[in-house]
């Protein structure tokens, strides 16, 4: 009796299988790394806003304390640093309007540099925007 064995060839990857299957996984691969280094970005944009939002409650918060007839005089347009973001890097205004001789709005914004040179809320000179995203705005009313 003679037995015949049929040579089954392996199931194998061609080489041009293989190739497209490293270039998909090399382009999924980079989205994850550039997703990744985009969390860097905005976990340090969220913790410069925290730092500049807290800066700016601690001015407002001084202001209020304020003699109310002395706060236009010693306020008005001026600068304050932001704790927690390196010197030179940060910058908070506070302007006053007091057409109002019995109410004053108080705005108080501020602007930092990231550490790849993005502005923030601010202009080329870290001059804080009216669309700073660390703006607060209050009124106090003469008591």
Do not use: H
């Amino acid at each position: 009796m003679v037995r015949l064995y049929m040579v089954r060839k392996k199931k194998a990857f061609t080489l041009i299988e293989v190739v497209i299957a490293m270039g998909i996984m090399a382009v999924a691969f980079l989205g994850l790394v550039a997703a990744y280094i985009s969390g860097f970005d905005l976990a340090e944009t969220a913790k410069n806003t925290t730092y500049a939002l807290n800066a700016a409650q601690k001015k407002i918060e001084e202001i209020r304390d304020y003699n109310f007839f002395d706060i236009s005089n010693d306020y008005d347009n001026t600068n304050f640093t932001i704790d927690g973001i390196s010197a030179g890097n940060s910058n908070g205004l506070v302007e006053i309007d007091n057409t109002n001789p019995d109410l004053l709005v108080v705005t108080v914004a501020a602007c930092w540099r990231q550490k790849g040179g993005r502005i923030i809320g601010g202009d080329a000179a870290l001059n804080p925007l009216s669309t700073s995203p660390a703006r607060l705005v209050t009124y106090i009313a003469d008591r």
